[in-house]
């Protein structure tokens, strides 16, 4: 007999691991008459105190993003009750805080399974909502047969800048989030990067400065190019992250500390 699990709060991050989980999530609602509230985070990391404002920015992508997991939602959800909503925060953070004010009976989110190193750097958000939760957490790990392609190890969704964001606002949210590389997007596409390299640069009139006076071109790879390759790539062009893109589409990004974690994890 099933559960009765008839709220259930399904966290999404366009990945493959969390459109099985979201498939999960609905095959709940069906067999209990259920509603499953779609969750998609804009990560966000704490504005500085006394830092520009840039609310703005998360605004519009989390729009964006809204619109992207309607379709989803329409593709994988019929005739399943759903509702779907975006936020912006800390992603463990506002999950928890979603599914208390919605009063779910479960939580069905994806995880990566990182281990060793992987798992240390990277953290993991369904680990702090497992530990956190008040109501039952189930963890899907999708079976994983390319380990060895970018898209099992990359961060989902991340932050990005503007053209037109002033340079002194990303080095201080690269800096608070401990970034040491951020994709530049402009009305949906990638259009440069901003690095460490380029911060200190330009260290001297960076208060005055754009990120579009400051942006190089980006080195991107793709879900499907093997860590192997991405890692030969960082160390040819001494690149501290790669965008990576899909049908023309910033759908993560790799770091040198993924790929730390990478050739360092258990198994």
Not at 241 to 248: E, G, K, Y
Request: glycine share 6%; charged share 25%; net charge negative.
């Amino acid at each position: 007999m099933a559960f009765p699990f008839r709220r259930i709060l399904s966290p999404v991050a366009f990945d493959d691991n969390s459109l099985v989980a979201m498939d999960v999530a609905a095959e709940f609602a069906r067999q209990n008459e259920g509603v499953v509230f779609l969750l998609y985070v804009v990560p966000m990391s704490e504005p500085p105190v006394g830092g520009p404002a840039y609310v703005q920015l998360y605004k519009d992508q989390a729009k964006a993003d809204h619109e992207k997991l309607s379709e989803i939602g329409a593709k994988r959800l019929r005739g399943v009750k759903y509702e779907i909503m975006t936020d912006t925060g800390n992603p463990a953070t506002v999950i928890l805080r979603t599914a208390q004010n919605l009063a779910v009976d479960v939580v069905v989110m994806a995880t990566h399974g990182h281990k060793g190193l992987a798992h240390f750097f990277l953290g993991s958000t369904a680990e702090a909502v497992l530990r956190k939760a008040t109501c039952p957490v189930l963890s899907i790990r999708h079976s994983e047969p390319h380990r060895d392609e970018v898209r099992v190890w990359m961060s989902v969704s991340p932050e990005t800048a503007t053209p037109e964001e002033k340079l002194s606002s990303v080095r201080d949210r690269m800096h608070a989030a401990g970034f040491r590389a951020m994709p530049v997007v402009a009305e949906g596409r990638l259009v440069g990067m901003i690095t460490n390299h380029e911060l200190h640069k330009h260290k001297n009139d960076i208060e005055r400065k754009l990120v579009k006076d400051a942006m190089v071109d980006a080195v991107t790879v793709t879900p499907s190019t093997s860590t192997h390759q991405a890692a030969s790539l960082m160390r040819e062009r001494m690149l501290p992250a790669l965008p990576v893109i899909d049908n023309d589409r910033l759908v993560g990004i790799i770091s040198a500390d993924d790929m730390l974690g990478i050739f360092t994890a258990e198994g």
